[in-house]
């Protein structure tokens, strides 16, 4: 396997336009926003949204000045999209979060051409770097043609435990794991390729992406790899992709991994 350097977008485009979804743990907002701020600064137009509760774009150190705000209640009166604008329903109680539509909302929104991509935070994992989904987990839009699963390479070597792994119990049944074990590549390739772990619910139609965040990290870059390897020489058709990258405010770089 060899690692070359890529621009996510410039892949994201090479497979069409369409409903993108974020799954997993470990950055997936950081990339929903870097991918948000890379599509406006190509002078594209794009929809941001979530099928779950999100902190507040305003809330959030990272969300992109070159992305506009529409916090409506009805998906409906939004009007199709100039540049790239996050949309969702207003803050809750708390006035921390905003609330996502939901998934059929989401496929009415790209039926009537709101914006050419709609990119979606469709999981939940509370800053965790990985998570295996519950049984109500994650929530895709059926019109959805790219997923692409997040994990935070940080997890590597890190003990199985509720801080570390979101859905604990879930994580437990697809890997095989137990409370106190060590993340191992291959419980990480487990969660991958389970069909209850990382891609559950993906629509027949959609790509399957994988993305390792977080490469930054010493020795990183090298654990992405392996995994990855690991993960082809299981099922060599099961993903369409992985890539390995660092999602920050800064920047975002990315490698996609390639057989020799």
């Keep these: 396997m060899r690692c070359e350097p890529v621009l996510l ?10 409903i993108v979804c974020l799954v997993g743990g470990g950055g997936k ?9 890379d599509i406006a600064n190509t002078c594209g137009s794009a929809l941001l949204t979530s099928t779950t509760k999100m902190f507040r774009p305003d809330l959030t150190p990272d969300f992109p000045p070159q992305v ?19 949309a969702a329903r207003p803050a809750s109680d708390d006035g921390k979060k905003v609330h996502g539509y939901s998934a059929d909302e989401v496929d009415a929104l790209f039926s009537r051409a709101i914006a050419p991509t709609i990119i979606v935070e469709a ?17 895709i839009p059926a019109n959805t043609t790219i997923v692409i699963g997040v994990i935070g390479l940080s997890c590597f070597s890190m003990p199985f435990t509720p801080a ?20 191992t590549p291959e419980a990480v390739a487990a969660l991958v390729l389970h069909p209850k772990g990382l891609f559950k619910n993906r629509p027949r139609i959609a790509k399957r992406l994988l993305f390792l965040n977080q490469c930054d990290l010493p020795g990183a870059l090298d654990k ?5 390897e690991m993960l082809f020489t299981r099922d060599a058709d099961f993903l369409h992709a992985v890539y390995i990258g660092s999602v920050n405010k800064e920047r975002t770089s990315c490698h996609k991994v390639l057989s020799d």
Excluded: N, Q, W
């Design 9 to 18: 977008l410039s892949e994201l485009t090479s497979f069409g336009s369409g």
């Design 29 to 37: 907002t950081s990339l929903l926003y870097a991918l948000g701020a």
């Design 68 to 86: 506009s705000v529409a916090l409506e209640h009805d998906p409906t009166a939004l009007p199709p999209c100039r540049g790239v604008v996050f």
């Design 123 to 139: 999981d939940g994992a509370s800053c965790r770097p990985i998570k295996a989904p519950a049984t109500h987990e994650p929530v």
């Design 164 to 183: 570390t792994v979101f859905r604990d119990e879930y994580f437990a049944a697809v890997t095989g794991l137990t409370l106190g074990d060590t993340l």
């Design 224 to 228: 992405g790899a392996a995994l990855a």
